[in-house]
């Protein structure tokens, strides 16, 4: 796994204008545990990236792989 995971997990975030309360809402997932993986202290185990990768509407590998949506 990539180390900008985490990058690409914020930039993708913001780019659909969610907030990370949003986020947390859809995912079910805490604000201060999605905190965590944007900022790289905590790594997502694969079943969280897909929970993520399903809210953010895109592939998982897009999360994995750090590849854009622009």
């Known amino acids: 796994m990539k180390n900008n995971l985490h990058a690409q997990l914020k930039l993708l975030r913001e780019e659909r204008n969610l907030s990370l309360d949003e ?28 929970i993520l990768s399903n809210a953010l509407e895109v592939p998982a590998s897009n999360l994995v792989d750090g590849l854009g949506s622009k």
């Open 23 to 50: 986020l947390a809402l859809k995912t079910r997932i805490g604000v201060g545990k999605l905190q965590a993986f944007e900022t790289g202290e905590e790594v997502p185990s694969n079943q969280t990236i897909l």
